[in-house]
């Protein structure tokens, strides 16, 4: 579904695939002085797919509806930097009260409680984009006829095998950039399925496919990696009173882990090996890129790692348990990773995998002592990678507390200076590889395969695939 929202509407503004802010359904806007006041000028041939024309008040109503205290948004809280959208989102306001207001019919001004240069990064995600939130989107599959779209596609068909039939949006206003009249859209359940199906010629692109076949169809095909903000790492139950308690250990783990030949040997290339917290393609929020340091190494350090726990009082006889959402790839990088550990230090580490909603109950129940989890920056901005370590994210279910990180936290929010807040994240970054509450392994690519003839299609950081520029080529 998060495909088909890509593609069918549009937000103030969009970000290309590398992560570029462009415009959207508004041409242009400033920010003022304070930096506090963002002013969007809507197109004048911005329109709805039924012909009629958007205006502000669309999106007046737009963010009404999206931080509304009924909606089950949990992206809600991103836009608690909006002046009164904490708020209204509790219920404590109306929405007249909250600064998204329509200066006149193209002019739509949003006013913050601080600075905030991402604020634009923010409002790139599809999850932002132009739509009317009603009974109609909630049950798209039977209103899509009745459904007006902002974006470069309309659903033209739903078929009866599920597949969702996009036409050409030719009320869109960029529509000379939409390439193909139609496109296809198949659900398969697996990436085995998808690539049989591709095999067989009844679709002609899908993505990630089976990591035991890269090698054989990497040269027969377009095969294009894209980088997302998202990567997997290992946490620690810091509740228990044993080893995992301890920064030593947790440096330990880090130090023996290979990212490099997990990367190269289990995933294929298809993920970068973890250098530091934040990936190395994350933007600064004015359409660069933030520039990190180097905190982990590609390739395991066993003597360093040793070295790290010699003076460590741990009971080698004492089995740790190492929990992971089962599937072929985690098991084989959470076993590499455990036979490391064994090798440098004796301790025998017991691997687990569960089914995603029981390791997550294995999580919540603490039932566990090192667990490979899924972490992601839910926007393109450094802020979205460390905000999981206040003590008030879902994250602190580990046991992690710094109050110095809640302080920095607190302090890059609200300053000013951008240069500053990029200081702050990298003192919060060497905190953390202090302290080594999570143990970073590598960050996803998404993987686009397609036949030799197709060309144009691209994924955003979010792993959104975009269909705009898709076409045969002849």
Known sequence: QKDILANTFEGLVDSDENGKIIPGL??????????????????????????????????????????????????????????????????????EDVAV??????????????????????????????????Y????????????????????????????????????????????????VLTSLNTSESALAAFEKDRINVFTNPPLGEIKNIKNKVNYITSPRLEGKGIVFNMKKKNVTSEAEFRNFVSLVVDRGNIVKNILYDTASAADSYIPD????GLNGRFMNRVFFQNTSQRESAVETIKNLNYDKNKHLVFIYVDSVENKKVCENIAENIEKASGITVDCRGYESSRFNQQLKGGYYDMAEIDYRGDYDYPLAFLNMWSSS???????????????????????????????????????LAQDMPMVPLYFENTVIVSKTYISGVYADKLGNIKLDRAYLVH
Not at 60 to 71: A, E
């Open 393 to 431: 994210s879902a994250y602190g279910l580990c046991g992690y507390r710094n109050e110095k990180i809640d302080n920095e936290l607190m302090d890059a929010v609200f300053q000013k200076d951008n240069s500053q807040r990029i200081e702050i994240f990298r003192d919060i970054e060497s905190d």
């Open 281 to 284: 393609y994350v933007s600064d």
């Open 136 to 183: 109609k989107l909630v049950n798209w599959k039977k209103n899509y006829k009745s459904i007006l779209y902002s974006g470069s596609f309309v659903i033209d068909r739903i078929s009866q095998d599920g597949s969702v039939i996009l036409k050409k949006n030719n009320s869109y206003w960029n529509k000379s950039r939409v390439k193909s009249s139609k496109i």
């Open 101 to 134: 207001n329509a200066v006149d019919t193209r002019t739509l001004r949003i006013r913050l409680n601080y600075p905030c240069n991402y604020f634009l990064n923010i409002l790139a995600q599809p999850v932002y984009s132009l739509r009317n939130i009603d």
């Open 26 to 95: 508004a041409e242009d806007w400033s920010v003022d002085e304070s930096g506090t006041s963002y002013t969007f000028k809507i197109r004048k041939d911005a329109r709805w797919s039924d012909g009629s024309p958007i205006t502000a008040h669309d999106f007046v109503d737009f963010f009404s509806s999206i931080l509304n205290k009924d909606m089950d948004n949990i992206y809600a809280k991103q836009l608690n930097c909006i002046f009164g959208a904490e708020k209204y989102r509790q219920g404590r306001c109306n929405f």
